[in-house]
């Protein structure tokens, strides 16, 4: 029989990757929001309109979301096996077979999101000390969420993804910047610009030699079986790979969709 | 059971946020500084507006406890030189 | 004439008000373990006074103490004797007061009437330890009160454990629980967190802090009786105190009184005007009088309080006539908000804002709301720290506009007061002793 063409299984293979896709981009947007709002706050920022209390509320609630986002970002990506990423992967980085070092980048920055969602929630019982160290992970948990979905997302070559992307580091960095020019001066305050410039930098030049230039899903880790299929249909119906760059059909634009049932010549 | 409850302030720990008089300001006003002045105990109508300005207090500074406890530290201070 | 082991009719025990103060005039360095045993006999075996009878006899004499706040000393020990566990004593030697020098007149002469008071509260209280606390700037005080206590262990002077320490020189490092922290390792910083000292202060272990004034009187008590003790003072204030004694007086100094003497009587002794001058009775966190208001007075607790005045730790400060109250106090303020902890806002932000708005007056070129804005910002800086400092500072200052509100009504008016058109008919005198303030912001590292 004809393997499963590519119809309704990879339809619905393709419905749960492109919302896992969504889920990722509109998170990371979220969690963009989340941290300007953070800093709006550190910055004691209030107007008539938005009150601290506003801020503040909007913070939290925002960031309750993105939880919930990135969440359903990993059940989607794990309910779609067409990539061999396991539910373990979601809280144990770098586990995955699938483009281990990216993968686990997102791990580690929903591990951090955990911590201090976790911490905030738990804040009467923790020491004021405490809670703060943890949430300052947050500055870190955002790069890393940025470079993972760089890294791992099969989308990182489209003009408005990268779009989309370098509007939220250019929207942290200008808030950084302002947050930055209330603060006093000293070596705090000096290390922090340094990291407002290196790391957009080095962000732009990892898309450059990175996601831009062929061959990046073999040189992410995609695990080879999902770059070269056999004629052997896979789990959820046969695709093949499409041009050079991607590892999956449907989306890349250089892509070319090449069907091969069994059996034919 | 209605208890009045009074609201307390750690001086040291507040650094003048003012989101306690933005959620309670019935009883909370900001001095010319931003740090809270307190004017009164909380009766049982404004408990719950309380409680959000308690938890919402970004340094953790504001509690609220039951009138008529003992204040403790704040108020067996004196200028004490020996 | 004074009366010591030696001159004839020596009763054994010091007579008249000078207790503490016997042989200071002709002495040039620290009495010596054999003078101090020569002058006022051996400090009491542990064996012939138990710790109850040493506590009943403090409490009879209704000692006070001497460090500002005129607690009941036997109340003290008797809370922190009554608690579990072995406790702490902590002699507060640190006087950081600018213009108080009792104690340290009093480490200087007598280390040991000192040593001997804190050896017998820590029996008292059941304690193993002392801990000395002095000024870390006060290198010549640490060697003095080194070398009194390595006599004493060399004596074999008691079995307890005498330790001194240096603390940073910051006004509100003297206070009760700014010691207690540093001795725990932290900054020489008051705190708000109970628990009180009495329960858990060093070491978590039940502290007793106790001025070294107020332990030197422990020591004569535990030697002549509560009964002796009353013999000198007052019968609501029984005993003597230092006081310190400085401005337009013809004799600046430390002086050892009998507690209730006429503030009026101090000020002839030291040879100042109680007519004309102002004075500031009580330190920075003292307040300011008319001499004349206050002369008929004594120098006492319960005998200033209707006039809203404390000795404190007996400091007095003359106000010289060619001086402006609101200038100096200007520049007391100035330094009191310069030595706040930094903890916290209203004292922060309050105590320099009230502190410009009196340069502001005292220089004469105020704005119009200036008095208005004063009364506000005072009524709204007090009780909204974790420590008493911006409360003393305000008290002060608000002093300062009761007692010169004539000259402040003056400087409002852009016109010169009192002191400003008997500048220049008398010779200079001095101006209220205030450390210059540092410009350089305070660095962590000096809180310990």
């Known amino acids: 029989m004809t393997p499963v063409a590519l119809g309704t299984a990879s339809t619905g293979a393709s419905a749960l990757w492109y919302a896992t896709r969504a889920f ?18 550190s ?70 999101l955990l911590a201090v969602a976790l911490t905030s929630l738990l804040r009467d019982r923790l020491s004021y000390r405490a809670w703060r160290c943890v949430h300052w992970l947050a500055y870190a948990c955002w790069p890393v969420a940025l470079w993972h979905s760089l890294g791992t997302g099969t989308d990182s070559k489209l003009p408005w993804l990268l779009a989309i992307e370098a509007l939220c580091v250019a929207s942290v960095v200008v808030a950084v910047w302002w947050r930055l020019s209330l603060a006093a001066p000293g070596p705090g305050r000096t290390a922090a610009i340094a990291g407002t410039v290196l790391v957009p930098l080095a962000t732009g030049i990892f898309v450059y030699v990175g996601p831009l230039q062929p061959h990046w899903a073999e040189r992410a880790g995609t695990p080879a079986t999902l770059l070269h299929p056999t004629t052997r249909p896979g789990p959820v119906g046969l695709v093949t790979p499409a041009g050079p760059g991607g590892d999956r059909p449907g989306h890349d634009v250089t892509a070319r969709l090449t069907l091969r049932p069994r059996g034919s010549k | 059971m209605a208890v009045r409850q009074r609201l307390r302030w750690d001086p040291t720990a507040c650094t003048g946020h003012g989101l306690c008089a933005d959620l309670l300001p019935e009883r909370i006003e900001l001095d010319e500084w931003g740090f809270p002045v307190i004017t009164g105990d909380v009766p049982p109508g404004l408990a719950r507006h ?26 067996g201070h004196r200028a004490h030189h020996g | 004439m004074t009366q010591h082991p030696g001159s004839p009719g020596w009763s054994g025990r010091p007579m008249g008000h000078e207790r503490l103060t016997i042989g200071w005039l002709q002495a040039v360095r620290p009495a010596s373990l054999r003078e101090h045993h020569d002058v006022y006999g051996p400090l009491p075996a542990a064996r012939q006074q138990s710790p109850q009878d040493l506590l009943d006899a403090i409490a009879a004499a209704r000692l006070t103490g001497r460090g500002g706040a005129g607690f009941p000393t036997a109340t003290k020990m008797r809370a922190v004797a009554g608690r579990r566990g072995p406790a702490v004593v902590v002699a507060n030697g640190v006087e950081s007061e600018p213009a108080s020098q009792k104690d340290e007149a009093l480490l200087a002469r007598a280390p040991h ?48 454990a005498m330790v001194t320490h240096g603390l940073p020189h910051r006004y509100v490092a003297s206070e009760e629980t700014s010691l207690i922290r540093w001795l725990n390792g932290g900054e020489a910083r008051p705190t708000t967190v109970p628990p009180r000292p009495f329960e858990q202060g060093v070491g978590r272990r039940p502290t007793l802090v106790d001025n070294v004034e107020t332990l030197a009187h422990v020591a004569l008590i ?98 010289p006539p060619d001086r402006c109250g609101l ?85 409002a008016a852009g016109r010169p007061c009192r002191g400003a058109q008997r500048r220049g008919s008398q010779a200079a005198h001095p101006r209220i002793p205030v450390p210059a303030a540092s410009t350089a912001p305070w660095t962590e590292e000096q809180w310990r």
């Open chain 1, 24 to 41: 990722g981009v509109v998170a990371l947007m979220l969690l963009t929001g989340t941290v300007i709002l953070g800093i709006a706050g």
């Open chain 1, 43 to 112: 910055a004691r920022f209030a107007t008539a309109g938005l009150p601290r209390v506003v801020t503040a509320g909007l913070h939290r609630n925002l960031s309750l979301l993105v939880l919930a986002l990135v969440a359903l970002h990993v059940l989607t990506t794990v309910a779609d096996g067409y990539a061999p990423i396991g539910l373990a992967s979601a809280v144990v980085p770098f586990d995955s077979a699938y483009r281990g070092l990216w993968l686990g980048l997102g791990t580690v920055a929903f591990d951090m």
């Open chain 2, 50 to 75: 309380a409680r959000r300005a308690v938890r919402a207090c970004p340094a953790l500074a504001l509690q609220l406890e039951r009138a008529g406890q003992d204040p403790g530290g704040r108020a």
């Open chain 3, 113 to 160: 009437l000192v040593l001997d008071g804190a050896l017998l509260a820590a029996r008292a209280v059941g304690a193993s330890i002392v801990h000395l606390c002095l000024d870390r700037t006060r290198d010549r005080q640490a060697h003095a009160v080194l070398r009194a206590i390595s006599e004493r262990e060399q004596a074999g002077l008691g079995k307890v």
């Open chain 3, 222 to 319: 535990a030697r002549y009786g509560p009964d002796w003790f009353g013999q000198a003072g007052h019968p609501d204030t029984p005993g003597t105190m230092l006081i310190t004694a400085s401005g337009a007086v013809g004799c600046p100094g430390v002086y050892e009184i009998e507690a209730g003497t006429l503030v009026g009587d101090v000020l002839a002794m030291c040879d100042g005007n109680s007519q004309d001058d102002a004075v500031l009775i009580g330190g920075y966190f003292g307040t300011w009088h008319a001499a004349r208001d206050l002369a008929h007075l004594p120098l006492s607790a319960p005998g200033l309080r209707g006039a809203g005045a404390s000795p404190g730790a007996g400091v007095i400060f003359a106000l």
């Open chain 3, 327 to 411: 200038a100096e106090t200007a520049r007391i303020l100035s330094f009191l908000a310069s030595q706040g902890a930094q903890q916290c806002g209203p004292c922060m932000f309050g105590l320099p804002a009230v502190t410009d708005d009196f340069a502001l007056l005292a220089r004469g070129r105020p704005d119009r709301d200036v008095l208005d804005r004063l009364d506000r910002r005072l009524g709204s800086i007090t009780g909204r720290g974790a420590c008493r400092h911006p409360d003393g500072a305000v008290r002060m200052a608000a002093s300062a506009l009761a007692a010169f509100a004539s000259d402040a009504r003056a400087h």
